[in-house]
């Protein structure tokens, strides 16, 4: 299990962006491989760096600070450095080479940039969530150019290396006694370019095309609004030499007529007709498995709430488990009632004690004060 990230930087779980952006600055500055050879160093540069990824989002931290670690992964934002990019961390930070702002010789050119990850917003019913589906999805990306095999180039030819940066992909600029490193705007940073002669017509030398892809995506029993399915690969194709990115699934749940869910546990209002309330009997219920039968007790109040227990929805952690459905009876009240229904009432409510007013009681009273 990875460390508390609030720990990791060493600030307070209240802490403000500029307080969490400051932390992780002197974290970089103290664990950077470049800068300190310990052993160690570089695990807990790579964990500042997570930390730093998660808790600089609102999204990730909010998520963070309610469900912790399992909550990110749940949602496809789990811990894997893979999907940190430092490089945009270090960019947007300290606006430029890291390594060369601190005096180091830096590692050269960064590589092949990783493909960039996608998000598919899919629309399911409630009850497709409550038992699971498979889907069949089109989704638009960039992939790996089949004419050129993703390196941009006519069959026979070959890009050239960039002029500007000598391969590395980046320059040096000296500011002062400082020397930046910063991505090479020729090539941008690929440290090679291709000649317009030689490019591959099919993708213009970019190595990549776009299409549209079929596929089919499972999602679980239980699934709600806002999880996110992670498909490892499914994104838009890398620059070549580096791997694609992911595709996000992100669920969103339609809402029922009947039933409303919260987390695995289903709740539903039933109507009961009053002599069942009074004297007890059994009715059948809907539940998201089918009708259920319910035994209402004698004397049974308008709101009385009784539970089905394991008639909910499957937890999404804990496999072969399901929530409860809640079941909230009202008394139903007729209103195509017949004279001798009517009449019955009547002579229950005299029993009773209880005073029920005669048709046409008020337009009698009126008459007689207006009168």
Same mark, same amino acid.
């Given at each position: 299990?990875?460390?508390?990230?609030?720990?990791?930087?060493?600030?307070?779980?209240?802490?403000?962006?500029?307080?969490?952006?400051?932390?992780?600055?002197?974290?970089?500055?103290?664990? +950077?491989?470049?800068?300190?050879?310990?052993?160690?160093?570089? @695990?807990?540069?790579?964990?500042?760096?997570?930390?730093?990824?998660?808790?600089?989002?609102?999204?990730?931290?909010?998520?963070?600070?309610?469900?912790?670690?399992?909550?990110?992964?749940?949602?496809?934002?789990?811990?894997?450095?893979?999907?940190?990019?430092?490089?945009?961390?270090?960019?947007?930070?300290?606006?430029?080479?890291?390594? @060369?702002?601190?005096?180091?010789?830096?590692?050269?050119?960064?590589?092949?940039?990783?493909?960039?990850?996608?998000?598919?917003?899919?629309?399911?019913?409630?009850?497709?969530?409550?038992?699971?589906? $498979?889907?069949?999805?089109?989704?638009?990306?960039?992939?790996?150019?089949?004419?050129?095999?993703?390196?941009?180039?006519?069959?026979?030819?070959?890009?050239?290396?960039?002029?500007?940066?000598?391969?590395?992909?980046?320059?040096?600029?000296?500011?002062?006694?400082?020397?930046?490193?910063? $991505?090479?705007?020729?090539?941008?940073?690929?440290?090679?370019?291709?000649?317009?002669?030689?490019?591959?017509?099919?993708?213009?030398?970019?190595?990549?095309?776009?299409?549209?892809?079929?596929?089919?995506?499972?999602?679980?029993?239980?699934?709600?609004?806002?999880?996110?399915?992670? +498909?490892?690969?499914?994104?838009?194709?890398?620059?070549?030499?580096?791997?694609?990115?992911?595709?996000?699934?992100?669920?969103?749940?339609?809402?029922?007529?009947?039933?409303?869910?919260?987390?695995?546990?289903?709740?539903?209002?039933?109507?009961?007709?009053?002599?069942?309330?009074?004297?007890?009997?059994?009715?059948?219920?809907? $539940?998201?498995?089918?009708?259920?039968?319910?035994?209402?007790?004698?004397?049974?109040?308008?709101?009385?709430?009784?539970?089905?227990?394991?008639?909910?929805? @499957? +937890?999404?952690?804990?496999?072969?488990?399901?929530?409860?459905?809640?079941?909230?009876?009202?008394?139903?009240?007729?209103?195509?009632?017949?004279?001798?229904?009517?009449?019955?009432?009547?002579?229950?409510?005299?029993?009773?004690?209880?005073?029920?007013?005669?048709?046409?009681?008020?337009?009698?009273?009126?008459?007689?004060?207006?009168?």
């Amino acid at each position: 299990m990875p460390r508390d990230y609030y720990e990791v930087l060493g600030v307070q779980r209240s802490a403000s962006a500029a307080e969490i952006k400051k932390a992780y600055k002197s974290a970089a500055r103290k664990y +950077h491989p470049d800068l300190n050879k310990e052993e160690g160093a570089e @695990d807990k540069f790579k964990e500042a760096t997570e930390a730093y990824d998660v808790l600089s989002s609102d999204d990730k931290r909010g998520i963070y600070d309610q469900f912790g670690h399992d909550g990110l992964k749940g949602r496809g934002m789990g811990p894997d450095m893979t999907h940190v990019n430092v490089h945009d961390i270090f960019e947007s930070l300290f606006g430029g080479g890291f390594a @060369d702002l601190f005096g180091g010789g830096g590692r050269g050119r960064r590589g092949p940039r990783r493909g960039a990850d996608l998000e598919y917003p899919l629309s399911i019913s409630f009850m497709e969530a409550a038992h699971g589906v $498979t889907k069949e999805i089109t989704v638009p990306r960039r992939v790996d150019c089949v004419t050129c095999d993703g390196n941009g180039t006519k069959e026979g030819k070959s890009a050239t290396t960039c002029g500007t940066c000598g391969g590395v992909g980046q320059v040096i600029s000296a500011q002062g006694f400082l020397r930046i490193r910063t $991505t090479c705007p020729t090539c941008r940073g690929q440290g090679s370019s291709i000649a317009a002669s030689d490019r591959c017509p099919a993708c213009s030398g970019s190595g990549r095309v776009r299409e549209n892809t079929d596929m089919e995506v499972r999602i679980p029993a239980g699934s709600y609004s806002g999880l996110q399915i992670r +498909h490892t690969g499914e994104g838009e194709a890398g620059e070549p030499g580096a791997p694609p990115g992911d595709l996000y699934v992100t669920v969103q749940v339609e809402p029922h007529q009947l039933f409303k869910r919260d987390g695995p546990d289903v709740y539903v209002t039933i109507p009961v007709p009053y002599p069942i309330m009074a004297l007890g009997g059994d009715i059948v219920v809907p $539940t998201v498995h089918g009708e259920e039968q319910l035994h209402v007790k004698r004397g049974s109040e308008s709101g009385h709430v009784s539970v089905l227990r394991g008639k909910g929805v @499957d +937890h999404l952690r804990r496999r072969g488990q399901k929530g409860d459905q809640h079941v909230r009876l009202v008394v139903e009240v007729p209103t195509d009632l017949s004279e001798e229904e009517q009449e019955l009432l009547r002579q229950l409510a005299d029993m009773r004690g209880t005073g029920v007013q005669e048709p046409g009681f008020w337009k009698s009273l009126f008459d007689k004060i207006t009168g």
